[in-house]
């Protein structure tokens, strides 16, 4: 019997756990794979991904990196370190770097100079905004990767139009809606929203990106939109460790004396998408959420001007708006009926048996 392939599966961040897990268990179940969990740490707490590796019946990681915080050189080049150094105690037959965190650059540079294939989940998405890190995380990764793996057609046709080998691409189709199918009969029987008393229409708020929190006159912007926004539709408000930070004391107080502002610690991924499968809307500056509110036929605005998803414009269950006209797209929401839920190929929750097809091909042509 041949010896079994060694995969690493590169996480950092809390979606990154949705994406990997689906993967990971798809491959254990083949006897010729060997799949390792390197876990970098950008998300170390218990709230934001201890509780999401339960969730999802991962394993504690195979490689803990423990990076931690701090500037995006120092992440980059911290894990760019880390992992080299990992690499050459175990060498991969394969690295899976999955999103646009700053661990996907670093991995796949890291991994690249050492000659270990390279393989991008969710490659090719684009918001043609390069003030964003995430979007010079993505077109670096996807530049210097060996296999693109790509959630959706819009997707396949930017990696065509830049110049990408068309045999290194595979349409494997979106690894978020395996995640949520997996997870589909404990996310239904789930009581987050009873034991939250939630009834009757409410919106999900989700706010974390830089952008949008890290400068005084950015967080001012969020609390007023909150509130305005808890004046159409009660408000339930997961507030993320960094968004939670950037809040001054008595802007908290004034958030958690409002009856129709519900704040609360972040949801472990079960519960969180319980609440949001009742949500009459969603209002958002993550990525992850526009996807799955698509899938869920569940109105979202996203609070930015651009987004690397534009399938989910296009599909008309998600609109962009910036703090200053989303009010008015909230009132405008709910004015319509809600949104058909569409079909798109590949987001049918078969999408990691797609990958390890994809992964047996690269790894076992030569067994």
Excluded at 14 to 21: C, E, G, H, S
Excluded at 222 to 228: G, Y
Aim: aromatic content about 4%.
């Amino acid at each position: 019997m041949s010896t079994k392939k060694i995969i690493h599966l590169v996480m950092a961040a809390r979606p990154n756990i949705m994406k990997i897990a689906p993967l990971y268990h798809a491959l254990l179940a083949q006897e010729w794979a060997d799949p390792k969990i390197v876990h970098t740490g950008q998300h170390y707490d218990d709230k934001m991904s201890g509780v999401l590796l339960r969730d999802f019946g991962l394993p504690e990681p195979h490689h803990q990196l423990h990076i931690g915080s701090g500037t995006h050189a120092e992440q980059t080049g911290k894990t760019m370190m880390a992992y080299e150094a990992l690499c050459l105690r175990e060498r991969p037959d394969l690295c899976v770097v999955a999103g646009d965190v700053n661990a996907t650059i670093a991995c796949a540079m890291s991994a690249k100079k050492l000659d270990i294939p390279v393989a991008h989940l969710e490659a090719g998405l684009r918001s043609f905004d390069r003030t964003m890190p995430e979007e010079i995380n993505r077109l670096a990764t996807d530049a210097i990767c060996d296999f693109h793996w790509t959630p959706s057609r819009d997707a396949t046709a930017q990696l065509i139009k830049e110049g990408a080998d068309t045999a290194k691409i595979a349409e494997v189709g979106n690894i978020m809606i395996d995640a949520l199918c997996m997870m589909q009969d404990r996310i239904e029987t789930d009581d987050t929203a009873r034991r939250m008393n939630l009834s009757g229409d409410y919106a999900v708020v989700t706010i974390h990106r830089a952008a949008n929190v890290d400068h005084a006159d950015a967080i001012a912007k969020v609390a007023a939109f909150i509130e305005q926004a808890a004046q159409i539709l009660p408000i339930v408000f997961p507030v993320h460790p960094r968004t939670r930070s950037k809040f001054a004391p008595d802007i908290l107080q004034r958030l958690n004396a409002n009856a129709d502002i519900h704040l609360c610690e972040p949801l472990s991924y079960i519960a969180f998408m319980n609440v949001l499968s009742g949500a009459r809307m969603a209002l958002t500056d993550s990525g992850g959420l526009q996807e799955e509110t698509t899938y869920l036929g569940i109105p979202c605005i996203t609070l930015r001007t651009t987004t690397e998803r534009p399938i989910t414009v296009t599909e008309c269950t998600n609109v962009l708006a910036g703090f200053d006209t989303v009010i008015a797209t909230m009132r405008a929401t709910l004015d319509k009926p809600r949104p058909a839920r569409p079909s798109i190929k590949g987001w049918d929750g078969k999408t990691a048996p797609r990958i390890v097809a994809a992964i047996s091909q690269i790894l076992n042509s030569n067994p």
